[in-house]
């Protein structure tokens, strides 16, 4: 017996110890994880670094344009010629070879300025696609949170099932023994049977949700999906947040304000450049030529066997846009709209987070008191159950009195998880639109 007694411990140590070794994801792994392998943000970082690979060629719209050309012919003519004098001239097999290259140089000296806007609605670029790595990193960071604390949620409900499952256990012992001794009845035993079963169906179904959501959280953070972890069993909520605190300076720093801003930024700069493109455009040009004929043999006694001509040019051009059927101005009018396009845009936005932070703290304020007054109601609920069955042993209440009890408790239960749960989600969002769940 003691063998016995000793082997069972030693299994049970060991599966302590086992459950005990299981990696523990906690929630700054998992939004560091996300933050390295999620596929949306490296899209995003793939954007910027396209942009910031434009502006490192920037410099390159100041710079000439230089090429080359060349190009080498080799030719076999058959000529005949009659001449005044009567006389005829008839040859084949004539071969003569001919060498073009130049070198010509165009450089920019004057666009009406567009070449600057350009150069620095490149390097706005660049910020908007940083800009926009920090959205993406932002509304990322933001589902993570919100998909971890949903996987604990759902693991304290898992909790509560459990334990409302073990009242039921009781209860099925308790009307299968009165049942024995003649004092019960067999449909009380059936009912608590009958709820039993439904628990456990529950603590299944909510086994296979967390997985559920185990599986969404491995595709946001990037991880192989075979992977084993659990997640922490509670969830903080912040006291301390304040809706002046919120608004202010929201416009430097949520993302989605700051991008609507660069956005008009680049929309003038745009202006700029279609502007431009009605002033005359001077440019600096110049030549090196070379042509070389080579003839193996000849007809005419004037043509000659080896003629080679180099040469170098240098100039100015001026293009001055007349009419080019009202295409420039066209440009312009539609750039100027794109700018009061862009700033409709800005107090649209402006007036959206202005309403999601204005919702989203009120949401936090209610679940904030549903959630005071919820943990207040589970432990009268808890009191509640443990009174009813100590009664229902005693004899002196019925079945009904008990299982209303535990549905009571189930109900306080299920509120005071979703006002926990729904509190951080309403944090999670502030912080979201405040653009600081990243720090």
């Known amino acids: 017996m003691k063998a016995r007694t000793g082997f069972l411990l030693l299994v049970l140590c060991g599966c302590s110890l086992w459950a005990g070794a299981q990696d523990m994801l906690s929630l700054e792994q998992a939004i560091a994880l996300a933050l390295k392998n999620n596929y949306d943000i490296q899209l995003s970082r793939n954007d910027s670094a396209s942009y910031a690979l434009d502006d490192s060629y920037a410099y390159a719209a100041f710079l000439p344009r230089l090429n080359g050309t060349a190009s080498k012919v080799w030719n076999v003519n058959a000529q005949k ?24 140089l165009n450089w920019t000296l004057f666009d009406g300025l567009k070449m600057f806007a350009t150069r620095e609605r490149v390097a706005e670029l660049v910020k908007l696609g940083d800009l926009g790595v920090k959205n993406q990193v932002v509304n990322t960071v933001a589902t993570v949170v919100t998909n971890y604390y949903g996987i604990v949620r759902q693991k304290q409900q898992l909790k509560a099932i459990i334990e409302q499952k073990s009242i039921s256990e009781e209860r099925v012992k308790l009307a299968d023994k009165k049942l024995s001794v003649g004092l019960g009845a067999k449909p009380e035993l059936l009912q608590a049977k009958v709820d039993l079963n439904a628990f456990i169906a529950a603590q299944l179904q909510q086994n296979t949700l967390i997985e559920q959501l185990k599986e969404q959280l491995n595709q946001l953070i990037g991880i192989d999906k075979t992977s084993y972890y659990d997640v922490l069993d509670t969830i903080p909520i912040r006291e301390d947040l304040i809706l002046g605190d919120i608004r202010n300076n929201i416009d430097l720093t949520n993302p989605q304000l700051l991008i609507a801003k660069k956005n008009i930024t680049i929309a003038e700069l745009t202006y700029k450049e279609r502007r431009g493109e009605r002033f005359p455009v001077l440019n600096f040009n110049s030549a090196y030529n070379l042509t070389r004929t080579t003839n193996n043999s000849v007809i005419n006694t ?138």
């Open 81 to 104: 010629q009659e001449l005044a004098n009567g006389s005829k001239r008839d040859t084949s097999g004539l071969k003569s070879n001919n060498l073009q290259a130049a070198i010509n």
């Open 302 to 439: 004037f043509t000659p066997l080896f003629n080679q001509n180099a040469g170098f040019n240098y100039g100015f051009s001026l293009q001055v846009p007349i009419f080019n059927a009202f295409n420039a101005k066209r440009l312009q009018e539609q750039a100027a709209l794109d700018i009061k396009y862009q700033q409709i845009s800005l107090d649209n936005q402006r007036s959206i987070v202005d309403v999601q932070v204005n919702n989203a703290f009120k949401d936090y304020e209610l679940q904030k008191r549903n959630l005071s007054l919820e943990e207040e109601n589970i432990k009268l609920a808890r009191e509640n159950v443990f009174i009813a069955l100590e009664r229902f042993k005693q004899g002196v209440s019925t079945y009904i009195e008990l299982r209303e009890a535990q549905i009571s408790l189930n109900d306080a239960y299920n509120r005071l998880i979703a006002a926990r749960f729904n509190a951080k989600v309403a944090e999670t969002e502030l912080m979201r639109l405040k653009g600081e769940i990243v720090k």
